[in-house]
């Protein structure tokens, strides 16, 4: 219950229509820098209740329970250090006598306060709580100077810039107006209603009856309220005769829901002949374009019918569908024009065309990467097990459909409309799949491309698109990643994984390398303080660039095995194993999870790395490690070590198999079994031993103990 020394706080800036893909964003962002100011102010407040609200034309903030005053606090001035604030006869230095005048105090009110670097002469004094009212028009200049506008706008004749054009502004502190201006605006109590249901100022009494006030004028202003309002309205319209059920997606919802404030949805209806072009292209055309909501029959095939989804009641519903209708018309029409010029010929006939459109500078043209790609995609399917033919015949047809009139107008279909060109010109079904399954996954989320031939293809394009950008020196750098390197360095690794492909990705990046020309290789070095490159014949830059490639693409792993909950150290320490292939890495970080799980995984961890420390420190002590060196058993004085001896020997014999099959957990789990003759050898064994044949044969045992350790993970890492 709010007492008479608080109220809640509305902020209500009122705009022209704003742009609807940030609206949510931007109303966050306000909300969250009205809650920040108050805090920032020790201003007391119910904050987590605090609610953004949004709608095509205003930005909106309820506070609830907001004190009327800020506390009175304690301040702090601090002056000169002790040390230096006195002279040696213990007089105020004039440093210190300058610090008490600013302070308006004698030096005799001037205290030794303490901070973390040391002690200071200080004035310590009461603040006054001010009156929140007074506060909140520079809480409001302070939110929405942090707002995300890339391009903010001046409108009138004054220097004031937002987001769009602002007409009226509500700061009410219950039933009260906070007096302020904001924008050129004088704050008040009188907000708008919807433009056309009620042009007319809303008088607000106070915060809490805002939202109520504004129903009354057509406004939802609560976007969760007019997000369920669009559903409930989409999902009861009437298809003619049920021919189906509308597709609503997220992304739409949102979309629409922000362009309106009294969401009303009308059925229509197109031209069924229009359902020869294929659905990906109408359905982008009604979402994108227009914002319309598709109908799919209960099958899955897409409708003629759809739905419109108006800003306003209309008393002629009619005269909507009619517009709704009039509008799409022309944009199929484009859409069918394109779809049967370009059948007119096969979809390897647009191959040349590619010829004279630059991939990259000093790459060459789209063509010679398809090339490129087709020669990768050859090698890599003969490796998996996959036609290499079809492999190569797809990576060939990879861009053609980017020279189509669709893929011109709607660049988001390139790949299905490959998919589509190449069926209708009697490509092989694997190909015309492959086209469209290579550029997946799209997104986060997304899955990977579910034919054999589609993964080999997009493995093969994402590699080359690596290798050669990173040659010619574009790599990603901070937030800044204009060919979306990071995305393609997840998408390989994932079709890796997830396909389950057992490639060799160090051996694949080799070769990509060599396929560029040396040009591009030497584009990417960068001059030295001379101002000249530095002298790289080809084979060590692709040997630098080898490394930072696989560098890159394991960083990509690590975030990819840390977002299923995978821990860091489970990962490191296959990591520094270099597993050839990422279906072999996943198998050995799961198996070390699970090992990671048992008993003896601690005893073992602890003391593999005391093994590595004793090596290390052997190895710089005498330049060279006992590393693949002979165990004698003849040197052997103590049981412990002829027994860790023979019990590593039959692990040895017994993961053999177990190793060669992939089958990491049977090899750990052989491991555990080493934990009791390990503990007994460092419990009763001296290593370094005087005598320098003893010595050396108990440091040849631990190095092959080290290689048993190492042969899944680098378990010293747990």
């Not at 200071?120 to 929140?132: H, I, L, N, V």
């Not at 209309?314 to 909507?320: F, G, L, R, Y």
């Not at 009039?326 to 007119?344: H, N, S, T």
């Not at 101002?531 to 790289?536: A, C, N």
Request: proline fraction near 5%.
């Amino acid at each position: 219950m709010t007492s008479a020394s608080e109220a809640s706080l509305l902020i209500e800036i009122g705009t022209e229509e704003l742009p609807p893909k940030s609206l949510d964003e931007l109303a966050s962002a306000f909300a969250s820098g009205i809650t920040a100011g108050l805090a920032k102010r020790d201003i007391a407040a119910d904050i987590a209740a605090a609610k953004m609200y949004c709608s095509p034309r205003r930005l909106a903030v309820l506070v609830p329970r907001v004190a009327k005053m800020q506390p009175d606090s304690i301040e702090d001035i601090f002056g000169p250090p002790v040390s230096v604030g006195r002279d040696a006869n213990g007089e105020p230095t004039k440093a210190l006598q300058g610090f008490a005048k600013k302070c308006g105090v004698e030096v005799s009110a001037l205290q030794e306060l303490s901070k973390a670097d040391g002690t200071y002469f200080g004035f310590r004094r009461e603040k006054r709580g001010q009156p929140t009212a007074s506060l909140v028009p520079e809480i409001v200049a302070e939110a929405l100077k942090a707002l995300p506008i890339p391009k903010p706008m001046r409108w009138g004749d004054h220097d004031y810039t937002f987001v769009r054009p602002a007409h009226w502004l509500v700061m009410l502190h219950g039933a009260d107006v906070v007096d302020g201006e904001i924008l050129g605006l004088k704050s008040g109590r009188h907000s708008r209603g919807h433009r056309f249901h009620h042009p007319q100022p809303v008088h607000i009494a106070d915060a809490d009856s805002w939202l109520d006030a504004l129903r009354g004028a057509k406004v939802l202003a609560d976007p969760v309220e007019r997000r369920a309002r669009v559903r409930s309205q989409v999902a009861a319209v009437e298809i003619a005769d049920g021919a189906g059920v509308p597709r609503l997606s997220d992304a739409l919802l949102d979309e629409i829901a922000n362009l309106t404030e009294w969401p009303a949805a009308i059925a229509c209806a197109f031209e069924a002949a229009f359902l020869e072009v294929p659905h990906e292209a109408l359905v982008m055309t009604m979402e994108t374009n227009q914002k319309f909501v598709s109908v799919f029959t209960a099958d899955g095939r897409l409708s003629e019918h759809f739905v419109g989804v108006a800003n306003i009641e209309s008393k002629d519903p009619k005269e909507i569908r009619k517009g709704y209708e009039r509008v799409i018309r022309p944009r199929f029409a484009d859409a069918k024009f394109f779809f049967d010029e370009d059948r007119k010929q096969p979809l390897a006939a647009y191959q040349d065309a590619l010829k004279s459109v630059t991939y990259q500078q000093s790459l060459g043209s789209v063509w010679d990467k398809c090339v490129r790609v087709a020669e990768l995609s050859r090698v890599i399917a003969n490796r998996v097990g996959v036609d290499a033919g079809l492999a190569a015949r797809a990576a060939a047809l990879s861009k053609c459909d980017l020279m189509t009139r669709m893929v011109g107008e709607f660049p988001e279909l390139q790949g299905v409309m490959g998919r589509y060109y190449a069926a209708a010109s009697h490509e092989n079904a694997e190909i015309a799949a492959a086209l469209d399954e290579f550029y997946a996954p799209r997104f986060a989320g997304d899955t990977i491309a579910g034919g054999a031939v589609g993964r080999v293809l997009a493995i093969a394009e994402r590699i080359d698109t690596l290798c050669a950008i990173f040659a010619v020196g574009l790599k990603p750098s901070g937030n800044k990643d204009p060919f979306a390197l990071r995305r393609a360095a997840l998408g390989l690794a994932r079709t890796l994984i997830e396909g389950a492909l057992e490639l060799d990705l160090r051996a694949s990046f080799i070769e990509a390398l060599e396929l560029l020309p040396d040009a591009a290789l030497a584009a990417g070095l960068k001059p030295g303080k001379d101002g000249q490159p530095p002298h790289l014949h080809a084979g060590e830059r692709r040997a630098i660039l080898l490394e930072d490639l696989l560098d890159f693409v394991h960083e990509r792993l690590r975030g990819y095995y840390a977002e299923q909950g995978f821990e860091h150290a489970p990962f490191e320490s296959v990591l520094a194993v270099q597993p050839a292939s990422l279906v072999d890495f996943d198998r050995r970080l799961r198996a070390v999870v699970a090992f990671g799980r048992l008993p003896e995984a601690a005893s073992l961890a602890a003391a593999n790395k005391r093994v590595a420390n004793i090596l290390r420190k052997q190895a710089e002590e005498t330049g060279a490690a006992p590393i693949g060196c002979a165990v004698d058993p003849a040197c052997f004085e103590a049981d412990a070590e002829r027994e860790l001896a023979d019990a590593l020997a039959a692990a040895q014999r017994d993961s053999t198999e177990a190793q060669a099959a992939g089958d990491y957990a049977a090899v750990l789990a052989r491991l555990a079994q080493l934990q009791a003759p390990v503990d007994a050898f460092f419990d009763s064994v001296l290593v370094n031993a005087d005598d320098p044949a003893v010595r050396a044969n108990r440091l040849a045992l631990l190095s092959q103990l080290k290689a048993q350790f190492s042969t899944v993970a680098d378990i010293a890492l747990l």
